[in-house]
């Protein structure tokens, strides 16, 4: 029973020194890889994902960081997609399309005629950056340069000029505090006044990266304007969107999205003048992540 336990110990303390990927940058241009116990990559060292006879892409070591390394990819391997058969008027001809082959997290990552035992090397990848990276939580993630804390960014919600700041929770979650100025003209008058939001966003791939929903909630000072008449009302509104956000190593972050506000104002003596209940949203916004 004793060799079996020493054989297996062995087994897992190779394959858990193994250097993984442990993010995917957008397009898979770069990735980061742990450090493979002492080993430590080195910028300018080349390397490769997958298997050593079958890589599935290849780049170069651009920076180092205490835990991890930034992989830069130069060259992708491609596999051609199902085959289609088509008709035409010079007959039926078949056309084959090619395709990137995905990275997944937790991909065995090697330097370029690195010469590793089999046992290091089991056949399925791991999955999650926990299995991958166990002793570090997703916070602690964040904290080591692999991702960002917070994000920064101005934009338009339909034309109401937008500042939003978000802090990151985990990989996939963060919170937003954010200031607005509406103007919002209707046929009777028009709503104007500043706003303050809070909003509560998830994100697909990492945190200011990919698909994402955010729910929100906003309180305004407003004042309802008709002719040379003004009251001073609040509003509160309740905002819903989905859409995609890009983030580039160097700190650049876009967003646009798409969605809704539902309003609340409290009453007021000018009955002719309300406010829309449901106002459909159009958001597009751009800043620095760090």
Request: contains cysteine.
């Given at each position: 029973?004793?060799?079996?336990?020493?054989?297996?110990l062995?087994?897992c303390?190779?394959?858990?020194?193994?250097?993984?990927?442990?993010?995917?940058g957008?397009?898979?241009e770069?990735?980061?890889?742990?450090?493979?116990?002492?080993k430590?990559?080195?910028?300018?060292?080349?390397?490769?994902?997958?298997?050593?006879?079958?890589?599935?892409?290849?780049?170069?070591?651009?920076?180092?960081?205490?835990?991890?390394?930034?992989l830069?990819?130069?060259?992708?391997?491609?596999?051609?997609?199902?085959?289609?058969?088509?008709?035409?008027?010079?007959?039926?001809?078949?056309?084959?399309?090619?395709?990137?082959?995905?990275?997944?997290?937790g991909?065995?990552?090697?330097?370029?005629?690195?010469?590793?035992?089999?046992?290091?090397?089991?056949?399925?990848?791991?999955?999650?950056?926990?299995?991958?990276?166990?002793?570090?939580?997703?916070?602690?993630?964040?904290?080591?340069?692999?991702?960002?804390?917070?994000?920064?960014?101005?934009?338009?919600?339909?034309?109401?000029?937008?500042?939003?700041?978000?802090?990151?929770?985990?990989?996939?979650?963060?919170f937003?505090?954010g200031?607005?100025?509406?103007?919002l003209?209707?046929?009777?008058?028009?709503?104007?006044?500043?706003?303050?939001?809070?909003?509560?966003?998830?994100?697909?791939?990492?945190?200011?990266?990919?698909?994402y929903?955010?729910?929100?909630?906003?309180?305004y000072?407003?004042?309802?304007?008709?002719?040379?008449?003004?009251?001073?009302?609040?509003?509160?509104?309740?905002?819903?969107?989905?859409?995609?956000?890009?983030?580039?190593?160097?700190?650049?972050?876009?967003?646009?999205?798409?969605?809704?506000?539902?309003?609340?104002?409290?009453?007021?003596?000018?009955?002719?003048?309300?406010?829309?209940?449901?106002?459909?949203?159009?958001?597009?916004?751009?800043?620095?992540?760090?």
């Amino acid at each position: 029973m004793r060799p079996l336990a020493f054989i297996l110990l062995i087994f897992c303390t190779a394959s858990a020194m193994a250097a993984r990927v442990i993010e995917i940058g957008p397009d898979y241009e770069w990735l980061y890889v742990s450090h493979d116990g002492e080993k430590r990559w080195a910028r300018g060292q080349n390397a490769c994902v997958g298997p050593e006879a079958n890589p599935i892409a290849c780049g170069r070591i651009v920076d180092v960081l205490a835990h991890y390394a930034k992989l830069e990819i130069d060259t992708h391997v491609s596999q051609p997609a199902t085959p289609q058969i088509n008709e035409g008027k010079e007959g039926t001809f078949i056309s084959v399309r090619f395709r990137r082959v995905p990275i997944r997290v937790g991909a065995f990552v090697k330097e370029k005629n690195w010469k590793r035992a089999p046992a290091s090397a089991p056949d399925e990848p791991i999955q999650s950056v926990a299995e991958a990276k166990p002793d570090l939580n997703h916070y602690e993630l964040l904290r080591d340069d692999i991702y960002p804390l917070n994000a920064a960014t101005i934009g338009l919600n339909l034309v109401f000029p937008v500042f939003h700041f978000q802090q990151a929770l985990t990989q996939h979650f963060a919170f937003g505090l954010g200031v607005t100025h509406m103007t919002l003209p209707t046929e009777a008058g028009q709503f104007i006044g500043p706003g303050a939001m809070f909003t509560f966003n998830w994100y697909s791939a990492a945190p200011f990266t990919g698909w994402y929903v955010e729910l929100g909630v906003a309180a305004y000072d407003l004042r309802a304007q008709q002719a040379s008449i003004s009251e001073a009302i609040v509003g509160l509104s309740g905002m819903l969107y989905f859409g995609h956000r890009w983030r580039w190593s160097w700190g650049l972050n876009f967003g646009i999205g798409v969605g809704a506000q539902g309003f609340y104002t409290t009453p007021q003596s000018l009955a002719s003048l309300t406010i829309p209940t449901v106002l459909p949203s159009f958001l597009m916004d751009i800043g620095l992540s760090f």
